[in-house]
Protein backbone atom coordinates (compact mmCIF):
# COMPACT_ATOMS: atom_id res chain seq x y z
CA UNK A 1 0.00 0.00 0.00
CA UNK A 2 1.54 3.64 -1.08
CA UNK A 3 2.51 5.12 2.17
CA UNK A 4 0.76 8.75 2.92
CA UNK A 5 3.30 11.45 3.95
CA UNK A 6 2.68 14.34 6.53
CA UNK A 7 3.85 17.66 5.74
CA UNK A 8 6.02 17.08 8.96
CA UNK A 9 7.57 13.87 7.94
CA UNK A 10 8.36 15.73 4.69
CA UNK A 11 9.80 18.64 6.32
CA UNK A 12 11.99 16.11 8.07
CA UNK A 13 13.39 14.81 4.87
CA UNK A 14 14.31 18.13 3.44
CA UNK A 15 18.17 19.60 3.61
CA UNK A 16 17.90 21.61 0.61
CA UNK A 17 17.99 25.39 2.36
CA UNK A 18 14.31 26.81 1.15
CA UNK A 19 13.16 23.32 0.43
CA UNK A 20 10.35 22.86 3.12
CA UNK A 21 8.85 26.40 2.23
CA UNK A 22 8.79 25.35 -1.45
CA UNK A 23 7.24 21.93 -0.97
CA UNK A 24 4.46 23.30 1.44
CA UNK A 25 3.55 26.68 -0.36
CA UNK A 26 4.23 25.19 -3.96
CA UNK A 27 6.17 28.37 -4.75
CA UNK A 28 9.24 26.78 -6.50
CA UNK A 29 8.86 25.18 -9.78
CA UNK A 30 11.46 23.19 -8.79
CA UNK A 31 10.01 21.37 -6.14
CA UNK A 32 6.94 19.22 -7.61
CA UNK A 33 4.07 20.32 -4.93
CA UNK A 34 1.40 20.58 -7.98
CA UNK A 35 1.67 16.92 -8.41
CA UNK A 36 0.35 16.54 -4.62
CA UNK A 37 -2.75 17.23 -3.06
CA UNK A 38 -1.94 18.49 0.67
CA UNK A 39 -4.81 18.02 3.27
CA UNK A 40 -5.59 19.53 6.83
CA UNK A 41 -7.27 17.25 8.68
CA UNK A 42 -9.43 16.99 11.84
CA UNK A 43 -9.66 12.82 11.56
CA UNK A 44 -7.54 10.24 13.08
CA UNK A 45 -4.99 9.29 10.86
CA UNK A 46 -5.94 5.80 11.23
CA UNK A 47 -9.31 6.53 9.49
CA UNK A 48 -8.12 8.78 6.49
CA UNK A 49 -4.65 7.16 5.46
CA UNK A 50 -6.38 4.03 3.95
CA UNK A 51 -8.34 6.46 1.64
CA UNK A 52 -5.63 8.56 0.51
CA UNK A 53 -3.13 5.11 -0.08
CA UNK A 54 -6.29 3.85 -2.20
CA UNK A 55 -6.39 7.16 -4.17
CA UNK A 56 -3.01 7.45 -4.72
CA UNK A 57 -2.75 3.92 -5.90
CA UNK A 58 -5.24 4.63 -8.20
CA UNK A 59 -4.04 7.89 -9.67
CA UNK A 60 -0.48 7.94 -8.89
CA UNK A 61 -0.81 11.68 -6.83
CA UNK A 62 0.73 11.85 -3.36
CA UNK A 63 -1.16 12.84 -0.49
CA UNK A 64 0.26 14.65 2.34
CA UNK A 65 -1.50 14.96 5.75
CA UNK A 66 -1.12 17.43 8.54
CA UNK A 67 -3.62 16.16 11.40
CA UNK A 68 -4.43 19.25 12.93
CA UNK A 69 -6.98 18.50 15.82
CA UNK A 70 -7.29 22.24 17.21
CA UNK A 71 -6.93 25.56 15.72
CA UNK A 72 -6.99 24.85 11.82
CA UNK A 73 -9.41 28.12 11.27
CA UNK A 74 -6.63 30.09 12.87
CA UNK A 75 -3.60 28.75 11.02
CA UNK A 76 -5.63 28.88 7.70
CA UNK A 77 -6.27 32.35 8.42
CA UNK A 78 -3.08 33.03 9.35
CA UNK A 79 -1.63 31.30 6.01
CA UNK A 80 -3.40 33.14 3.84
CA UNK A 81 -2.60 32.51 -0.17
CA UNK A 82 0.49 31.15 1.07
CA UNK A 83 -1.26 28.22 2.39
CA UNK A 84 -0.03 25.03 1.55
CA UNK A 85 -3.45 23.30 2.15
CA UNK A 86 -5.19 22.09 -0.66
CA UNK A 87 -8.50 20.31 1.16
CA UNK A 88 -9.38 20.52 5.03
CA UNK A 89 -11.57 17.60 6.24
CA UNK A 90 -13.04 17.70 9.05
CA UNK A 91 -16.06 16.17 11.52
CA UNK A 92 -19.69 17.53 12.21
CA UNK A 93 -21.37 20.57 10.45
CA UNK A 94 -20.05 22.79 12.65
CA UNK A 95 -16.40 23.02 11.89
CA UNK A 96 -17.48 22.69 8.15
CA UNK A 97 -19.53 25.90 8.70
CA UNK A 98 -16.68 27.66 10.68
CA UNK A 99 -13.69 26.91 8.25
CA UNK A 100 -16.93 28.24 5.66
CA UNK A 101 -17.48 31.23 7.43
CA UNK A 102 -13.77 32.18 7.87
CA UNK A 103 -13.43 32.67 4.23
CA UNK A 104 -10.67 30.00 4.09
CA UNK A 105 -12.31 28.12 1.48
CA UNK A 106 -14.02 28.40 -2.12
CA UNK A 107 -16.56 26.70 -3.74
CA UNK A 108 -16.47 23.89 -5.99
CA UNK A 109 -18.48 22.60 -8.73
CA UNK A 110 -18.20 19.35 -10.01
CA UNK A 111 -21.14 17.51 -11.93
CA UNK A 112 -18.91 14.24 -9.58
CA UNK A 113 -19.56 15.77 -6.83
CA UNK A 114 -23.08 16.19 -7.13
CA UNK A 115 -24.69 13.30 -8.39
CA UNK A 116 -23.22 11.17 -5.75
CA UNK A 117 -24.21 13.40 -2.41
CA UNK A 118 -27.61 14.19 -1.68
CA UNK A 119 -28.23 17.71 -1.98
CA UNK A 120 -29.39 17.91 1.67
CA UNK A 121 -25.38 16.65 2.41
CA UNK A 122 -23.35 19.36 0.68
CA UNK A 123 -23.38 23.08 0.87
CA UNK A 124 -26.07 25.27 -1.62
CA UNK A 125 -22.96 27.09 -2.65
CA UNK A 126 -20.41 24.51 -3.01
CA UNK A 127 -18.32 25.03 -0.55
CA UNK A 128 -18.19 22.10 2.01
CA UNK A 129 -19.40 18.48 0.66
CA UNK A 130 -20.43 15.38 2.96
CA UNK A 131 -18.01 12.73 2.44
CA UNK A 132 -20.38 10.12 5.22
CA UNK A 133 -22.79 10.84 7.53
CA UNK A 134 -23.28 9.22 11.51
CA UNK A 135 -26.55 8.91 13.52
CA UNK A 136 -26.32 10.46 16.97
CA UNK A 137 -28.33 7.61 18.85
CA UNK A 138 -29.28 6.32 22.47
CA UNK A 139 -27.04 4.21 24.10
CA UNK A 140 -28.66 1.92 26.52
CA UNK A 141 -27.78 -1.33 28.47
CA UNK A 142 -29.21 -4.75 27.49
CA UNK A 143 -29.73 -6.14 30.94
CA UNK A 144 -31.59 -2.52 32.86
CA UNK A 145 -33.13 -1.05 29.94
CA UNK A 146 -35.75 -3.34 27.69
CA UNK A 147 -35.31 -2.80 23.96
CA UNK A 148 -38.63 -0.43 22.39
CA UNK A 149 -38.29 1.65 26.19
CA UNK A 150 -37.16 4.68 24.42
CA UNK A 151 -37.86 5.40 21.21
CA UNK A 152 -37.35 9.26 20.60
CA UNK A 153 -35.19 12.01 21.93
CA UNK A 154 -37.91 13.54 24.05
CA UNK A 155 -37.92 10.24 26.23
CA UNK A 156 -34.77 11.31 27.50
CA UNK A 157 -36.55 14.34 29.30
CA UNK A 158 -39.08 12.04 31.23
CA UNK A 159 -38.38 12.22 34.79
CA UNK A 160 -38.69 7.93 35.28
CA UNK A 161 -35.07 8.60 33.56
CA UNK A 162 -34.02 10.66 36.68
CA UNK A 163 -30.44 9.04 37.96
CA UNK A 164 -30.11 7.13 35.02
CA UNK A 165 -28.28 9.63 32.09
CA UNK A 166 -24.77 10.04 31.65
CA UNK A 167 -23.05 12.26 28.68
CA UNK A 168 -20.33 14.31 27.11
CA UNK A 169 -20.45 17.81 27.64
CA UNK A 170 -23.48 19.62 26.02
CA UNK A 171 -21.44 22.26 24.71
CA UNK A 172 -20.03 19.61 22.62
CA UNK A 173 -20.47 19.83 18.83
CA UNK A 174 -22.40 16.91 18.44
CA UNK A 175 -24.81 18.13 21.24
CA UNK A 176 -25.02 21.08 20.02
CA UNK A 177 -25.67 19.79 16.71
CA UNK A 178 -28.44 17.40 18.35
CA UNK A 179 -29.67 20.45 20.07
CA UNK A 180 -30.51 22.63 16.98
CA UNK A 181 -32.15 20.21 15.70
CA UNK A 182 -34.26 19.72 18.33
CA UNK A 183 -34.60 23.68 18.37
CA UNK A 184 -35.82 23.05 14.38
CA UNK A 185 -38.33 20.90 15.27
CA UNK A 186 -39.99 22.10 18.16
CA UNK A 187 -38.94 25.83 18.91
CA UNK A 188 -36.88 27.91 22.04
CA UNK A 189 -39.72 27.03 25.00
CA UNK A 190 -39.95 23.25 23.98
CA UNK A 191 -36.31 22.94 23.61
CA UNK A 192 -35.72 24.82 26.73
CA UNK A 193 -37.63 22.13 28.61
CA UNK A 194 -36.25 19.16 27.28
CA UNK A 195 -32.45 20.30 28.46
CA UNK A 196 -33.83 21.15 31.77
CA UNK A 197 -35.51 17.70 32.14
CA UNK A 198 -32.51 15.58 30.39
CA UNK A 199 -30.07 17.70 33.15
CA UNK A 200 -32.45 16.29 35.70
CA UNK A 201 -32.15 13.32 35.11
CA UNK A 202 -28.01 13.23 34.55
CA UNK A 203 -26.80 10.82 37.12
CA UNK A 204 -23.24 13.01 36.69
CA UNK A 205 -21.83 15.87 35.70
CA UNK A 206 -20.98 15.65 31.74
CA UNK A 207 -17.44 14.67 31.08
CA UNK A 208 -15.70 12.42 28.79
CA UNK A 209 -16.39 11.35 24.91
CA UNK A 210 -18.79 9.01 23.64
CA UNK A 211 -16.32 6.05 24.43
CA UNK A 212 -16.52 7.01 27.63
CA UNK A 213 -20.41 6.48 28.14
CA UNK A 214 -20.64 3.15 26.56
CA UNK A 215 -17.91 2.17 29.09
CA UNK A 216 -20.07 4.21 32.22
CA UNK A 217 -22.81 2.17 31.01
CA UNK A 218 -21.39 -1.37 31.05
CA UNK A 219 -19.65 -0.44 34.60
CA UNK A 220 -23.41 -0.30 35.86
CA UNK A 221 -22.88 3.81 36.55
CA UNK A 222 -25.61 5.14 34.35
CA UNK A 223 -28.06 2.75 32.11
CA UNK A 224 -28.43 5.40 29.07
CA UNK A 225 -26.54 8.06 27.26
CA UNK A 226 -26.76 9.49 23.49
CA UNK A 227 -23.66 8.66 21.58
CA UNK A 228 -22.63 8.19 17.51
CA UNK A 229 -23.08 4.80 15.82
CA UNK A 230 -19.48 4.87 14.49
CA UNK A 231 -18.15 4.83 18.36
CA UNK A 232 -20.17 1.52 18.69
CA UNK A 233 -18.61 0.24 15.55
CA UNK A 234 -14.75 1.14 16.81
CA UNK A 235 -15.42 -0.27 20.04
CA UNK A 236 -16.71 -3.46 19.04
CA UNK A 237 -13.68 -4.60 17.58
CA UNK A 238 -11.25 -3.03 20.14
CA UNK A 239 -9.83 -5.77 22.18
CA UNK A 240 -9.98 -3.03 24.68
CA UNK A 241 -13.47 -1.97 24.47
CA UNK A 242 -15.25 -5.20 22.85
CA UNK A 243 -16.73 -6.32 26.25
CA UNK A 244 -18.29 -3.24 27.18
CA UNK A 245 -19.76 -2.17 23.99
CA UNK A 246 -21.09 -5.96 23.89
CA UNK A 247 -23.15 -4.67 26.85
CA UNK A 248 -24.60 -1.84 25.19
CA UNK A 249 -27.90 -1.41 22.79
CA UNK A 250 -28.15 1.05 19.74
CA UNK A 251 -31.70 2.67 19.71
CA UNK A 252 -32.11 4.64 16.71
CA UNK A 253 -34.11 7.56 18.57
CA UNK A 254 -36.04 9.89 16.70
CA UNK A 255 -37.77 13.50 17.38
CA UNK A 256 -41.21 12.58 17.45
CA UNK A 257 -42.87 12.54 14.07
CA UNK A 258 -39.83 12.93 12.08
CA UNK A 259 -36.29 10.97 11.89
CA UNK A 260 -32.87 10.36 13.51
CA UNK A 261 -30.37 13.46 13.77
CA UNK A 262 -27.77 12.83 11.31
CA UNK A 263 -24.23 14.61 11.37
CA UNK A 264 -21.48 14.28 8.90
CA UNK A 265 -17.62 14.46 8.05
CA UNK A 266 -17.29 16.44 5.10
CA UNK A 267 -14.30 17.99 3.02
CA UNK A 268 -13.91 21.85 2.03
CA UNK A 269 -11.44 23.11 -1.44
CA UNK A 270 -9.06 25.71 0.64
CA UNK A 271 -9.51 29.24 -1.24
CA UNK A 272 -5.74 29.24 -1.51
CA UNK A 273 -5.55 25.82 -2.96
CA UNK A 274 -1.66 25.65 -4.97
CA UNK A 275 -3.00 22.36 -6.53
CA UNK A 276 -6.70 22.96 -7.08
CA UNK A 277 -6.87 20.17 -10.08
CA UNK A 278 -5.14 17.79 -7.69
CA UNK A 279 -7.41 18.25 -5.18
CA UNK A 280 -10.44 17.79 -7.00
CA UNK A 281 -9.18 14.55 -7.81
CA UNK A 282 -9.21 13.59 -4.38
CA UNK A 283 -12.22 15.31 -3.78
CA UNK A 284 -14.32 12.90 -6.65
CA UNK A 285 -12.14 9.65 -5.31
CA UNK A 286 -14.05 10.32 -2.11
CA UNK A 287 -17.55 9.76 -3.34
CA UNK A 288 -16.40 6.97 -5.20
CA UNK A 289 -17.74 3.10 -4.79
CA UNK A 290 -14.05 2.24 -3.48
CA UNK A 291 -13.79 5.04 -1.54
CA UNK A 292 -17.30 5.03 0.35
CA UNK A 293 -16.71 0.85 0.56
CA UNK A 294 -13.49 1.93 2.13
CA UNK A 295 -15.22 4.24 4.78
CA UNK A 296 -17.93 1.81 5.79
CA UNK A 297 -15.54 -0.57 6.60
CA UNK A 298 -13.03 1.26 7.86
CA UNK A 299 -14.64 3.87 9.90
CA UNK A 300 -18.12 2.11 10.20
CA UNK A 301 -19.94 5.30 9.03
CA UNK A 302 -22.56 5.58 6.51
CA UNK A 303 -22.01 6.34 2.86
CA UNK A 304 -23.29 9.26 1.63
CA UNK A 305 -23.38 7.30 -1.72
CA UNK A 306 -26.38 5.80 -2.28
CA UNK A 307 -26.01 2.62 -3.21
CA UNK A 308 -22.66 1.60 -1.42
CA UNK A 309 -23.58 -0.59 1.76
CA UNK A 310 -22.97 -0.32 5.39
CA UNK A 311 -20.37 -1.89 7.31
CA UNK A 312 -21.78 -5.68 8.69
CA UNK A 313 -21.75 -4.86 11.85
CA UNK A 314 -23.49 -1.30 11.52
CA UNK A 315 -25.75 -3.27 8.67
CA UNK A 316 -26.52 -5.64 12.16
CA UNK A 317 -28.25 -2.67 13.76
CA UNK A 318 -30.82 -2.57 11.32
CA UNK A 319 -32.92 0.13 9.03
CA UNK A 320 -33.73 3.44 10.52
CA UNK A 321 -35.37 6.78 8.76
CA UNK A 322 -32.39 9.82 8.71
CA UNK A 323 -34.41 13.24 10.10
CA UNK A 324 -35.51 14.88 6.70
CA UNK A 325 -33.59 18.68 8.11
CA UNK A 326 -31.28 20.24 6.13
CA UNK A 327 -27.25 20.38 7.70
CA UNK A 328 -27.41 24.17 6.45
CA UNK A 329 -30.37 24.70 8.70
CA UNK A 330 -28.59 22.91 11.37
CA UNK A 331 -25.55 25.34 11.51
CA UNK A 332 -27.76 27.73 11.28
CA UNK A 333 -29.17 27.16 14.80
CA UNK A 334 -26.26 26.54 16.31
CA UNK A 335 -25.57 29.56 18.00
CA UNK A 336 -29.26 29.88 19.37
CA UNK A 337 -28.64 26.18 20.60
CA UNK A 338 -25.44 27.07 22.40
CA UNK A 339 -26.90 29.55 24.02
CA UNK A 340 -29.99 27.68 25.62
CA UNK A 341 -27.51 25.22 26.76
CA UNK A 342 -25.14 27.92 28.54
CA UNK A 343 -28.11 29.57 29.77
CA UNK A 344 -28.93 26.31 31.45
CA UNK A 345 -25.43 25.67 32.75
CA UNK A 346 -26.34 22.09 31.38
CA UNK A 347 -22.47 21.48 32.31
CA UNK A 348 -22.03 22.57 35.07
Same mark, same amino acid.
Given at each position: ?????????????? *??? @??????????????????????????????????????????? $??????????????????????????? +????? $???????????????????????? $???????????????????? %?? #??????? /????? *?? #?????????????????????????? *???????????????????????? +????? @?? !??????????????????? *? #???????????????????? +????????????????? +??????????????????????????? %? #??????????????????????? @? /???????????????????????????? !??
Amino acid at each position: MPPVRSFFTLARRM *TRP @GAVLAALAGTTAAVPALADVNVYSHRQPELVEPLFAAFTAETG $IPVNVAFVDKGMVERLRAEGDRSPADL +VMTVD $IARLSQVVAAGVTQPVQSDVLDAA $IPAELRDPEGHWFALTTRAR %IV #YASKDRV /PAGTV *TT #YEDLADPKWKGRICTRPFTADYNVAL *TAAYLLHHGEAATRDWLTGLRANL +VRKPE @GN !DRAQVRAIWAGQCDLSLGN *T #YYMGEMLESPQDAEAARAVR +VDFATFEGAGTHLNVSG +VAMTRAAPNRDAALKLMEFLVSDEAQR %I #YAETNHEFPVKPGVPSSEVVASW @G /PFTPDSLGLADIAQARAEALRLIESLDF !DG
